[in-house]
T-cell receptor, first 114, second 112 residues
Framework: AQTVTQSQPEMSVQEAETVTLSCTYDTSESDYYLFWYKQPPSRQMILVIRQEAYKQQNATENRFSVNFQKAAKSFSLKISDSQLGDAAMYFCAYNNNAGNMLTFGGGTRLMVKP | NAGVTQTPKFQVLKTGQSMTLQCAQDMNHEYMSWYRQDPGMGLRLIHYSVGAGITDQGEVPNGYNVSRSTTEDFPLRLLSAAPSQTSVYFC???????????FGDGTRLSIL
């Protein structure tokens, strides 16, 4: 079974600065998908970014980018120019190529200081 | 466009009671899933469906039943509620395997 580990329970960043959230995963598969989801206090689950394992290029969505290291099984999220609205729980998730079953990490709480 | 709609938003049950959490989506998605989120943890998959008439178990299926008679609806049934099932439940849907899932707003369930 796949496992996803987020080793930082909490992180804080100053507004306008950059922060990186870590995620590692364990799998024996070669083709899979990785996601970062944001959960604000409203508890909605919001997709931040998606990475396909067969693509070497790191995904980017505006201020959000990933550093995908397939050999190291690492998938970190970089948030640039942090904003107060970025404060939330962030979850890393793994999806194998066989279906639609997401395996989530335990989450990282991000605090943004004004 | 409503997306994924879950009802109710909050529910309190007594141990041993049964209930159904409703989930409906209006995006014509084939894939639907149920997750639970316990305090301080990520979501864990309970059951999922890849189309009408097809369901399968996820990581934590015990104590829950599902059915998928239509593309739109995917109800989750608690057969005999237990305090260990106190959690926030999320329903999600997507148009295909490995595609981003759209989540409902969740149902907070407390079992006394």
């Amino acid at each position: 079974a796949q496992t996803v580990t987020q080793s930082q329970p909490e992180m804080s960043v100053q507004e306008a600065e950059t922060v990186t959230l870590s995620c590692t995963y364990d799998t024996s598969e070669s083709d899979y998908y990785l996601f970062w989801y944001k959960q604000p206090p409203s508890r909605q689950m919001i997709l931040v970014i998606r990475q396909e394992a067969y693509k070497q290029q790191n995904a980017t969505e505006n201020r959000f980018s990933v550093n995908f290291q397939k050999a190291a099984k690492s998938f970190s999220l970089k948030i640039s120019d942090s904003q107060l609205g970025d404060a939330a729980m962030y979850f890393c998730a793994y999806n194998n190529n066989a279906g639609n079953m997401l395996t989530f990490g335990g989450g990282t709480r991000l605090m943004v200081k004004p | 466009n409503a997306g994924v709609t879950q009802t109710p938003k909050f529910q309190v049950l007594k141990t041993g009671q049964s209930m159904t959490l409703q989930c409906a989506q209006d995006m014509n998605h084939e894939y639907m899933s149920w997750y639970r989120q316990d305090p301080g943890m990520g979501l864990r998959l309970i059951h999922y469906s890849v189309g009408a008439g097809i369901t399968d178990q996820g990581e934590v299926p015990n104590g829950y039943n599902v059915s998928r008679s239509t593309t739109e609806d995917f109800p989750l049934r608690l057969l005999s509620a237990a305090p260990s099932q106190t959690s926030v439940y999320f329903c999600a849907s997507s148009w295909g395997a490995n595609q981003p899932q759209h989540f409902g707003d969740g149902t907070r369930l407390s079992i006394l």
